[in-house]
């Protein structure tokens, strides 16, 4: 099975939105099958076959969620994170801004689904170059 220093080490390489695709492709090859990142702090909680499951820490002190989302706000931030506009962290205190508590990632579908505190889908994208 993977490990969460296999998985930091892969995302250490993204800088911005725009290595994204290259980040899960290599951790779907670790056998990395899913996985929930949380706004609040980053901790993120892994999925892998026969049930396997790790959680990373917490990266960074608690980020306020919005209590209203707010999908156009969202929608902007996202896109000029995948142009490479913004980095992981400024991305995740816009997501915290327009109230997205997290998003899960399903990489056998290849998609990734952002979710407001009240667990209403706010997006559902497919991953950028899949």
């Not at 296999?6 to 090859?29: D, L, M, N, R, W």
């Not at 706000?73 to 997290?102: P, R, V, W």
């Amino acid at each position: 099975m993977f490990t969460i220093e296999q998985i930091e080490s892969a995302h250490a390489k993204v800088k911005t939105g725009t290595e994204f695709p290259a980040y899960i492709q290599e951790i779907k090859g670790f056998g990395v099958l899913g996985f929930q990142t949380w706004v609040r702090d980053s901790h993120t909680q892994y999925f892998g076959a026969n049930e396997f499951q790790i959680q990373s820490k917490p990266k960074y002190k608690d980020l306020e969620i919005a209590s209203l989302s707010d999908p156009e706000k969202f929608i902007h931030s996202l896109k000029i994170h995948q142009m490479g506009e913004t980095d992981y962290f400024t991305f995740c205190q816009h997501c915290a801004e327009s109230g997205i508590e997290k998003w899960s990632v399903d990489l056998e579908r290849m998609t990734c689904t952002y979710f407001d505190k009240a667990g209403v889908e706010i997006l559902v994208e497919k991953i950028p170059g899949f």
